[in-house]
């Protein structure tokens, strides 16, 4: 592991949270959030906003049968 390789945090249209290496093309469905840093700053980045690790589909569909 290079301790030196920048990060970045991207986010796919479910909310799933991945991180990417900075200077890596983004793969097509994900988006960059705006996050970059080392692996660990990037992580706990991560740990903090992703907080309900159901895709968003499923959370609607939960919250639509709940109503």
């Given amino acids: 592991m290079d301790e030196n390789a920048r990060y970045q945090v991207l986010r796919n249209d479910e909310d799933q949270y991945s991180l990417w290496l900075a200077d890596l093309e983004v793969p097509d469905g994900w988006q960059p959030v705006g ?16 907080t309900d690790m159901r895709p968003r589909s499923l959370r609607e569909r939960m919250d639509h049968a709940a109503s």
């Fill in 35 to 50: 996050k970059e840093g080392t692996q660990d700053e990037c992580s706990a980045y991560v740990d903090e906003v992703w």
